[in-house]
């Protein structure tokens, strides 16, 4: 099994990097885009008997800095 | 006073945080991040600016969940001193040691250079040999020095007293202008600007000789 999670910088969090990458997007004409907001991206691959709760542990602990960002987990 | 100064992979500052100590007349042990205990007797412990683990993940996540953290964590909740300097506040506010956390430098860039900092108070053993409200030229050389909290957070920080320093000139959108805080029991200092680079005249700069002084004043009597 593994485990994708995203963590996000939470709302309300400036993200000075969504905001050069969205400056470069109107750079380069499209006119579109009202905002960005930049997260990464963290694939577990998971060990038989890895359960869903010990993935939430992971990102309480490490994954995530819970004062700046929020996190979701996705079984896949 | 006896300080121990831990080393990390990429820790960059580390000689530099224990050559300040020891002008100051520490005795100084410096400690692998693999060591889960500190050495015994040790008053404070120098957790040194760098890029601890290659600041994969979050600048200090990594380095936070360290053996030797666990061992600095209890050394505080024992009422043992600590100071955190640049990656070494980065590290403390991921341990929980302080609150809030460093975002990336609201202009994106590294920033090293000489600013001016205003000593906010002086009630603690950091700094009690400054005058309230002196300003003092420290370097700062960081990527993510951009101090955020929530809004009780810093209420909290304020009410307390516990913004040791901030920016006369904020150089990387910190809220408050903040640049270094203490914990609840004014034993831990977090900040960004580097004191042990302005603590030689070799340095160009001598003002954060007197944080290391009065530290070893408390330390050495205590």
Redesign the interface.
Known sequence: MKARVHVM?KNG??D??GE?VRHALGAMGFDGVQGVRQGKVIELDLADGASEADVEQMCE???A?T??ESYTVELV | MRAAVVVFPGSNCDRDLAVAFEQAGADVTMVWHKDSTLPDGVDIVGVPGGFSYGDY??CG??AA?SPICKSVADHAARGGYVLGVCNGFQVL??TGLL???L??????KYICKTVGLKVETTASDFTSGYGGGDVIDIPIAHHDG?Y???PDTLATLKGEDRIAFTYTENPN?SQNDIAGILSENRRVLGMMPHPERAADAGHGGTDGTALFRALAGALTTA
């Open positions: 910088l969090v400036l000075p990097q050069a602990k490490l994954l800095n004062v700046i | 993940l979050r996540a990594i969940n506010t991921e609150p809030g956390a975002l990336r430098n609201a202009g994106l951009n955020f909290a929530d959108g």
